[in-house]
């Protein structure tokens, strides 16, 4: 069975900070995504990276995919209250798409004014 | 565009009833999958639906099932309600393999 943990759980910070969200994995996965959920919202979609080592870049988010495509961190820079969400990353087997994705169980953020 | 669209956004049941719900994907879209979401569990597969035939499925007992009709629209049922079940239902519809996906806001279904 194919797990991802994130980490933190939890993280309440203050408007500017930098954060970064992890999620690990002992399996290899062919894709990973990230995505943001607000409450009574489903999942968006926020970047799927696919080649070990990637690195992608959306305004202040930096997403990162690691070499062995176990694992993979998203760095928040200058954080804003609208970041403020349950943060997702989904490991699938292809690349992309929400067919049979794995879910961590995610990173409740809030950001604070 | 219009998005995904999911009815009913709540429900309650019973345990022991049957529960059906509805998953409207965006134009077009010929993909729909489904997911559970619990506090525990966090979100999980439940299966997948690509022009009216059944690709994918998760580890859930057979009381889930679900079915796309030809305008790519999806059901999915549960039947036998356990109290366990009480979830946010969550369906993503996509053009085919590896596209963006894109989620409804879900079905909350409580069962008592």
């Known amino acids: 069975t194919q797990l991802l943990e994130q980490s933190p759980q939890f993280l309440s910070i203050q408007e500017g900070e930098n954060l970064t969200v992890y999620c690990n994995s002992s399996?290899?996965?062919?894709?990973l995504q990230w995505y943001r959920q607000e409450p009574g919202e489903g999942p968006v979609l926020l970047v799927t990276?696919?080649?070990?080592?990637e690195v992608k870049k959306l305004k202040r988010l930096t997403f990162q995919f690691g070499d062995a495509r176990k694992d993979s961190s998203l760095h928040i820079t200058a954080a804003q209250t609208g970041d403020t969400g349950l943060y997702l990353c989904a490991g699938g087997a292809g690349g992309g798409g929400a067919d049979g994705l794995t879910f961590g169980k995610g990173t409740h953020l809030i950001i604070q004014p | 565009k219009a998005g995904v669209t999911q009815t009913p956004r709540y429900l309650i049941k019973t345990r022991g009833q049957q529960v059906t719900l509805s998953c409207s994907p965006i134009s077009g879209h010929r993909s729909v999958s489904w997911y559970q979401q619990t506090p525990g569990q966090g979100l999980q597969f439940l299966f997948e639906y690509f022009s009216e035939t059944q690709r994918n499925k998760g580890n859930f007992p057979g009381r889930f099932s679900g079915r796309q009709f030809s305008n790519s629209r999806s059901e999915m049922n549960v039947s036998t309600l356990e109290l366990g079940d009480s979830a946010l239902y969550l369906c993503a519809s996509a053009q085919g393999a590896a596209t963006e996906a894109f989620f409804g806001q879900g079905t909350r279904l409580t069962v008592v």
């Open positions: 990276v696919v080649t070990g080592g």
């Open positions: 399996s290899v996965f062919s894709s």
